[in-house]
């Protein structure tokens, strides 16, 4: 399983990166047979936002490291270096990019985007 990482370098520019979800086998839920399982990661809320069709933001930085889960529609999504990327259903998206001139984000197509944000 991978996510994808915006984080920023020490002039505040924004890059993407392609990063796997370290996993191990582990009793998660005895008596179950063990299963691939990440580290535990302190969580200090979960929301769920909606960005309507048509929606299209300012730059701006993350308003705090958070991880977004894609539950519907498409993000196009540029970080400050400029690399574009689009997240869609299923997407996973860790934004660490809290300090520089952050990143822009909008909504492709017809459909409001859909999120789950835990916020760390």
Not at 13 to 23: K, L, Q, Y
Not at 76 to 95: H, K, N, S, T
Request: glycine share 10%.
């Amino acid at each position: 399983m991978n996510y994808l990482h915006l984080t920023e370098d020490a002039e505040g520019i924004s890059h993407f990166e392609d990063r796997p979800i370290e996993m191990s086998a582990a009793d998660f839920a005895p008596p179950a047979p063990p299963m691939p399982v990440s580290e535990a990661e302190p969580a200090a809320a979960l929301l769920y936002l909606v960005l309507p069709a048509g929606w299209s933001g300012a730059q701006h930085p993350s308003p705090r490291r958070q991880v977004a889960f894609c539950l519907a529609g498409r993000l196009r999504v540029v970080a400050g270096d400029g690399e574009v990327r689009e997240i869609g259903p299923g997407g996973i998206w860790r934004m660490e990019d809290t300090t520089g001139s952050g990143h822009v984000s909008s909504v492709i197509g017809s459909k409001n985007v859909e999120l789950a944000i835990v916020q760390l």
